[in-house]
């Protein structure tokens, strides 16, 4: 298989994982608080490892420390700019519930749930959490296509899998306060899937075919991947994990260790 096909598998499957994170809302109507809290601290120490072990430090290797610390503020700050930007599109929130198949009177209790400050909440919350998957996807792709391109398949490996890993709770935790609108489990699965694989895929084709130029860019993209990560991170995992701090602190620590092991074991 070329260098281009084995990208676009790795990148395929790494993308995909996200959808993995879905599959329980076909086999639950509900997500104990608990167990919630527990994949927002799994997936923020994924993140939080991801960011600096395989995108900020190789980003200083191949670069400068300022060019990584643009990225990490622009993408920080895009996403803090979303925060403000997504509660004005709560009037899907009414298309999305209709599919819930709630009891009754459909149209009656789709108009009551979508003023829901509840369900408000938890639509912005996903929204924000699949808008950070989605940004922060396609600069690693970038990465990957680029590593790729490079002859370094060990890094182009490493950075897959660590995506991958992360990718899962990544997409429990947009996938959850989605379902909990009332949107549709396959239609749940399908946007969990497409936020990891379209823009990982896309942006691995464009940094493969222009390694020259992305190579340059490559500190500011993975910059800009790490201060996604670690935003959204602070400003909205780790605030909605407060009824169960403990469990959401010991996976948060599994997460992060998890991360550090697969990081050693491939590079050795």
């Known amino acids: ?78 996403l803090l700019v979303g925060n403000r930007v997504i509660p004005h599109v709560h009037a899907h929130v009414k298309e999305w ?37 989605t940004l922060h996807n396609a600069p690693e792709g970038l990465a990957i ?9 060990e890094v182009a490996m490493l950075l897959a899998v660590i995506i991958g890993l992360q990718n899962v709770p990544d997409g429990f935790a947009f996938a959850v306060p989605m379902s909990e609108t009332g949107m549709s489990s396959p ?8 936020s990891g694989l379209v823009p990982q895929v896309l942006a691995s084709l464009f940094g493969f075919s222009l390694v020259a130029v992305a190579t340059g860019l490559f500190p500011v993209a993975a910059g800009f991947a790490a ?11 780790i605030p909605s994990a407060v009824d169960h701090p403990d469990a959401a602190t ?3 620590l599994v997460g992060f260790v998890v991360l550090i092991v697969v990081d050693t074991v491939v590079v050795v």
């Open 250 to 252: 010991a996976s948060f």
């Open 97 to 133: 519930r209709a599919e819930g198949g709630a009891e009754g009177d459909a149209d009656a209790n789709t108009e009551a749930e979508a003023e829901s400050p509840e369900l408000a909440t938890r639509a912005r919350r996903a929204l924000l959490i699949g808008g950070a998957i």
């Open 187 to 194: 239609r749940v699965l399908l946007y969990t899937t497409l």
């Open 1 to 78: 298989m070329s260098s281009l096909g084995t990208m676009l598998l790795v990148t395929t499957v790494a993308g995909a994982a996200t959808g993995l994170g879905a599959l329980p809302v076909f086999f639950t109507s509900q997500v104990t608080p608990r167990v919630y809290d527990s994949a927002l601290g799994l997936a923020a120490g994924m993140m939080i490892a991801a960011s600096v072990f395989g995108l900020i430090i190789p980003g200083m290797e191949d670069g400068t420390l300022t060019a990584v610390m643009i990225g990490v503020f622009i993408g920080g700050f895009m």
């Open 227 to 237: 201060g996604a990560m670690l935003a959204v991170v602070f400003r909205e995992m």
């Open 145 to 153: 296509g680029v590593a790729f391109a490079a002859g370094i398949d």
